[in-house]
C-alpha cells in the first residue's frame, strides 16, 4: 500500500513539473491579432485609461505611422506612438522622462518599450532598422547621458541585440 501511495505521488509530481515547464510558453504565447485590430485595442486602453483619470484622450493624428519598406504598397511595420497622445486630465499620464511607449508592430511580431523618440532607416545592406533615443538609465548612466538602441527588422520579425 505504501508503494502505490509513493508510486502515485510520484506520477502526480511528475504530471506537475511537465505543468510547470509548459507554464512559461503557454503565458507567452499571445493570440496572434491583426494590425488594424492591435492599434484599435491599444488605443481603447488608452481612451480607458485617460477617463479613469476623469479625462478625455486627444489624439493627434500621427500616433500610427506606417512603413513601406520595400515599396510594394504593402505596410511592413507599423508604429504607435504613445508620444501623440494628449489625456485631458494629466500631462504626464502617458509620458514622462523615460519617453513614452512606443509599439512596433507586423503581421508576424509585436513588441514595445519606453523611448523618448524613435527614428526609422535602412542601415548597411538596407536593413530595416528603428533607432530608440532612451533615458539614460538604459545605459547604466544618469538620464540626461545619450542613450540609443536598435532594433533590425527580419521577415517581419524584430532582432535585437542582448549585450555588446
Not at 504593402?74 to 508620444?83: F, G, H, I, K, Y
Not at 533615458?135 to 541585440?161: K, Q, T, W, Y
Amino acid at each position: 500500500m505504501r508503494f502505490e501511495v509513493q508510486m502515485t505521488i510520484l506520477k502526480a509530481l511528475k504530471q506537475f513539473s511537465i505543468l510547470i515547464a509548459l507554464l512559461p510558453s503557454l503565458a507567452l504565447s499571445e493570440e496572434q491579432i491583426s494590425v488594424e485590430e492591435r492599434i484599435s485595442e491599444l488605443i481603447a486602453e488608452a481612451k480607458v485609461s485617460c477617463i479613469s483619470e476623469g479625462g478625455v484622450l486627444g489624439l493627434t493624428g500621427d500616433e500610427v505611422v506606417k512603413y513601406d519598406f520595400n515599396n510594394d504598397g504593402s505596410t511592413d511595420l507599423t508604429v504607435l506612438n504613445e508620444l501623440e497622445y494628449d489625456c485631458s486630465s494629466s500631462a504626464s499620464l502617458f509620458q514622462g522622462t523615460a519617453g513614452a511607449v512606443i509599439h512596433l508592430i507586423t503581421d508576424v511580431d509585436y513588441s514595445y518599450g519606453y523611448a523618448k523618440q524613435y527614428k526609422f532607416i535602412k542601415a548597411f545592406n538596407d536593413v530595416p532598422t528603428v533607432l530608440f533615443h532612451l533615458h539614460g538609465i538604459s545605459c547604466d548612466e544618469v538620464g540626461l547621458v545619450p542613450c540609443i538602441n536598435a532594433v533590425s527588422i527580419h521577415e517581419g520579425r524584430f532582432v535585437r541585440m542582448r549585450k555588446l
